[in-house]
């Protein structure tokens, strides 16, 4: 029997949901054209993972660790799911650009959601890009309850 993906575990589909669901209450849209009530959780999964734009989402710790990152995010910050995937979101920006970006999520946590947002990241390789007309959106589990960030942007350019 083959191994599941990791993005695609039960536990990742049900994450997939939640910011699938979140986005749409956040934004009044779908986050993909896709996210339509009746489709299967596995399959909208699969979607969010190849939609080709990047898709990020971490945890509501103290130093927040990303949960999640479709195909498009592992390609842009040149690493794979194992090494992303519990590494502080921090570490996402450059050390000189985490305040900024440590307080662009705390107005977003604030207003629970905001767009149009701007900010350099890098790579794992530390490759720097800047990162334009973000959305980041509040995570909100099936009891109403925080559970995490998340983020998404198509207008980027290496720097």
Known sequence: ??????????????????????????????????????????????????????????????????????????????????????????????ETERAERSNALGQAKRLEAVQNYQGIRISRKGQQFMLNNARIWTLWDAEERVCGQAACFSDWWWL
């Open 1 to 94: 029997m083959a191994c599941e993906a990791a993005w695609l575990t039960t536990e990742k589909q049900g994450l997939a949901g939640v910011l699938l669901q979140s986005h749409q209450q956040a934004f009044c849209r779908p986050l993909i054209a896709a996210a339509q009530p009746g489709r299967s959780r596995r399959l909208l999964c699969q979607e969010l993972f190849a939609c080709g734009f990047p898709v990020l989402a971490h945890g509501t710790e103290n130093d927040p660790k990303l949960s999640y990152a479709n195909a498009a995010a592992l390609q842009l910050w040149e690493t794979s799911w194992h090494e992303l995937i519990g590494l502080p979101s921090r570490l996402t920006a450059p």
